[in-house]
């Protein structure tokens, strides 16, 4: 049972444009929520995380909205960029000490010049 | 900081052979790491929990005889393939957290190809 459901599967974005990557869970014990980015052969690095206790975290071109009550939060990338074609990973945790860590299926986002 | 690096990042082995690959924090001490598993165009798969001193804590379905792990020093633990099979050939990835603080940091990966 897939306990973060991550879409769009792949997204194709013109560069300067806004990539949007929504996840939604089930789970209401999870306290923090990740997204992190993976380019290919490498490990997934953290790019930003939220708890929520707040709405929208923003950082840099990067900003995450959470809607608590609707269980989704989304991963907004402003004024995207070719560097950024990478695959993107939402993630929620429950509980302390960073156990059980639960993973979206991933978004391959390709930004074209 | 919180760098975590893996060694190898690529290995290549015959059927049947083991495989060692240690997964190290350069920075900072790490009473826990975790093991994940990540198919082509997947998502990472949680293989086990490794505690300092103690016993992994093997996911359901991940072979503990199969995935030797060892978490040997608070900066160090390894993950041991044994008789490693070409349906073993995957990435693996390990990633820490520094005690009292959430975030996972994890390593660059290690692709091990079973011929």
């Known amino acids: 049972q897939q306990q973060v459901k991550q879409s769009p599967q792949s997204l194709i974005v013109q560069k300067g444009g806004i990539s949007i990557i929504n996840c939604a869970y089930e789970n209401t014990a999870f306290d923090y929520f990740p997204w992190y980015q993976q380019f290919p052969g490498k490990g997934p690095a953290l790019l930003i995380a939220i708890r929520p206790d707040v709405s929208e975290k923003k950082e840099g071109r990067f900003t995450i909205s959470f809607n608590k009550s609707a269980k989704q939060f989304s991963l907004h990338i402003m004024d995207s960029q070719p560097g950024d074609s990478a695959t993107y990973f939402c993630?929620?945790?429950?509980?302390?000490?960073?156990?059980?860590?639960?993973f979206g299926t991933g978004t391959r986002l390709t930004v074209i010049p | 900081g919180a760098v975590v690096s893996q060694h190898p990042s690529r290995v290549i082995c015959k059927s049947g052979t083991s495989v060692k690959i240690e997964c190290r924090s350069l920075d900072f001490q790490a009473t826990t790491m975790f093991w994940y598993r990540q198919f082509p165009k997947k998502s990472l798969m949680l293989m086990a929990t490794?505690?300092?001193?103690?016993?992994?804590?093997?996911e359901q379905g991940v072979e503990k005889d199969k995935f030797l792990i060892n978490h040997a020093s608070l900066t160090l633990s390894t993950l041991t393939v044994t008789s490693a099979h070409p349906e073993d050939s995957s990435f693996y990835i390990c990633?820490?957290?520094?005690?009292?603080?959430?975030?996972?940091?994890f390593g660059p990966g290690t692709r091990l190809t079973v011929l």
């Open positions: 993630a929620a945790r429950a509980g302390t000490g960073a156990n059980n860590l639960f």
């Open positions: 990633s820490a957290i520094i005690n009292l603080v959430d975030t996972q940091y």
């Open positions: 490794s505690n300092e001193g103690s016993k992994a804590t093997y």
